[in-house]
RNA sequence: AGGGGUGUCGCCAAGCGGUAAGGCAACGGAUUUUGAUUCCGUCAUUCGUAGGUUCAAAUCCUGCCACCCCUGCCA
């Protein structure tokens, strides 16, 4: 037996115990209507969690009750997202696949007098269900004998009416006080072509109707899903009893993600999409999953997220700083790291041989076991970063200053001796000396500086736009304003920066991390290649006071 | 208003009658050739609230309050 971590194992744990089950089988269930966000990734740890850890069986199962909004670029999009995530799914389902199943069951229930065919249409029936306090009114066409309405389901199916003329009713309790229970729609007319049955149907099931009897054809034990399905459990039950399912599946449910200043809703993510708001799903502002793997968000950051936030019923916002430590905390461990300067300043080391140049080790990652470096050229003129040098400094400024001392980052020692400027008085160049004695890994100069700062060759520099995106933001400064106003408001900021050759030279698209800056990968943006902050180093560039 | 849920530190979240885990954030301090990392320390006499039961309650009971979801032929 493992140890239940939320209350979902607890309930397995439970089962597993009394012996009501005696195997686990989940099942990740959405509809291919558009892409996986970053809320997708918490249903996705769960099911597929569950079947890690009780060795159990979790399938992909494609909900595509309603061809009117599926395609089959959805499909395949999902797909390549939970690959991503490194889950491996048992098997590949759709609700397509179970139509014809379905279509009997539904015939079945007709013969138990537990489903009619309803000739209202759908605002009479709106009209006719009642509302949250009072009782709904049946429907005239409730007592039709089963002939009759096998009859006409046939004709429904065989394309004699038109679309919403009829529909096929579950007969349950129109004074249930669960309006969901108020005699539902279970099959509906509607002449749409589906991504995968094409024509073959004119009516398709709903999801209430089709959900436990997908979930119980696959053999699913539980099926979890988010909160809001918690009113239609009762009629998911009803379902499998009527249906005589044994073992009926259990539907457990638990608390969506929400993340602070995350637009998540897939109809606004959509809109963007559609209105050229964005580049795309895989925008890297967009919470999508393809979005956060294209900023350089790494899968097992989202996962190690996903685990840590936990699971439970409760109503939440996770702030996305929390999501930023998980990401940080795996960079950090991972990434290479690399100097850039953002804003470039020369620095002409006077005392240093013209046309020389030497090549120093440079730490690949502080942490690596292996302690391995790689070369960088140092020689007479470099780049520091604006920002790393101080006219007036502030108290505690440990970086470079008018006769002060700084470290430059796996390289020497140098003293800032003369300042030339511009004619609007703008620092235009730093003329420094270096300790030759203070060369890294060597230094016996007995100077201890408390800054260390990054540079970058003159020379082997290259040119490279920067940006950093932030997430769409969905907080109430923007309230009811346009999501491409919103955009606009959190736009790119661009750098033209020194960086590393090492970085571009780089083939693969590993997040990097840019010394004392940030966490950055290249990306393309239009065809476009760009470096792009993932997220920030905590507090590197303030200056305590 | 009827039904279904939820309320434990700024944000997540354990806890399931025996006297408040952990993480994020924050704040001290040490180490540091990234003001990063790492490290060590601080951070709920109190669990929405008012009563009750009990030797003992965040945990059981009752009332109240707050918030979320439900009146699609969407999922």
């Known amino acids: 037996m493992v140890e239940a971590t939320n209350f979902i194992e607890q309930i397995i744990n439970e089962e597993l115990e009394s012996g009501k089950v005696n195997s686990v089988y989940t099942r990740f269930p959405p509809e291919p209507n558009g892409y996986l966000h970053i809320g997708h990734a918490k249903s996705l740890c769960i099911n597929f969690g569950i079947k890690e850890k009780y060795n159990g069986k979790c399938n992909l199962f494609l909900d595509d009750t309603n061809p009117s909004k599926e395609k089959t670029e959805f499909v395949n999009a999902i797909k390549e997202d939970i690959k991503w995530l490194g889950f491996s799914w048992d098997k590949e389902t759709y609700a397509s696949d179970f139509f014809p199943k379905i279509y009997e069951l539904a015939i079945e229930l007709i013969k138990k007098g537990k489903a009619f065919v309803c000739d209202m249409n759908a605002e009479e029936i709106s009209q006719n269900r009642g509302t949250l306090t009072q009782a709904g009114k049946e429907s005239p066409w409730r007592n039709r004998s089963v002939e009759e309405n096998l009859d006409l389901f046939t004709r429904m199916k065989n394309g004699e009416f038109a679309d919403g003329e009829k529909c096929l009713r579950a007969k349950i309790d129109m004074a249930s006080p669960n309006i969901n229970m108020r005699d539902p729609v279970i099959y509906r007319i509607l002449r749409q072509t589906h991504h995968r049955t094409g024509d073959e149907w004119c009516i398709y099931p709903m999801y209430d109707y089709a959900h436990p009897i997908c979930d119980y054809m696959q053999g699913v034990t539980h099926s979890i899903c988010t909160l809001e399905f918690e009113d239609h459990r009762p009629l998911y039950d009803w379902v499998g009893i009527e249906l005589g399912f044994a073992p009926k599946p259990r539907q457990i449910e638990f608390a969506r993600l929400n993340v602070t200043n995350l637009v998540m809703s897939k109809r606004y993510l959509k809109k963007l999409v559609e209105d050229g708001s964005v580049e795309g799903w895989d925008d890297p502002r967009m919470p999508t999953l393809t979005g956060l793997r294209n900023r350089g968000i790494p899968a097992q950051a989202l996962k190690d997220f996903c685990g840590r936030i936990g699971v439970s019923k409760a109503n939440s916002e996770v702030q996305i700083s929390y999501f930023e430590a998980c990401v940080r905390e795996y960079l950090n461990a991972n990434a290479e790291r690399a100097m850039a300067v953002l804003n470039p300043l020369k620095v002409t080391i006077t005392n240093y041989p013209e046309n020389q140049t030497e090549s120093l080790d440079f730490e690949i990652n502080p942490s690596d076991e292996l302690k391995r470096t790689r070369k960088i050229d140092f020689s007479k003129t470099i780049y520091i970063d604006q920002d790393d040098f101080s006219l007036a400094p502030p108290p505690k400024y440990f970086r470079l200053k008018k006769d002060g001392y700084v470290r430059l980052k796996s390289a020497y020692i140098i003293k800032c001796d003369d300042v030339l400027f511009n004619e ?31 540079w970058v060759n003159a020379e082997k520099g290259k040119d490279v736009e920067i940006r950093q995106y932030g997430y769409l933001l969905n907080d109430e400064e923007y309230a009811g304003q346009d999501f491409s106003e919103r955009m606009n408001k959190q736009s790119v900021k661009i750098f033209n920066g020194k960086v590393e050759p090492y970085v571009l030279d780089n083939a693969d698209d590993r997040p990097y991390q840019l010394m004392r800056t940030g966490y950055f990968k290249l990306l393309n943006v239009k065809d476009k290649t760009i470096l792009s902050e993932i997220v920030s180093l905590k507090d590197n560039f303030n200056v305590k006071k």
Request: glycine share 12%; aromatic share 4%; with cysteine.
């Open 424 to 454: 609007d008085g703008s620092v235009k160049e730093l003329l420094c000396s270096y300790v030759p004695e203070s060369k890294s890994g060597s230094d016996t100069s007995g100077i201890k500086t408390k800054g260390v700062i990054q």
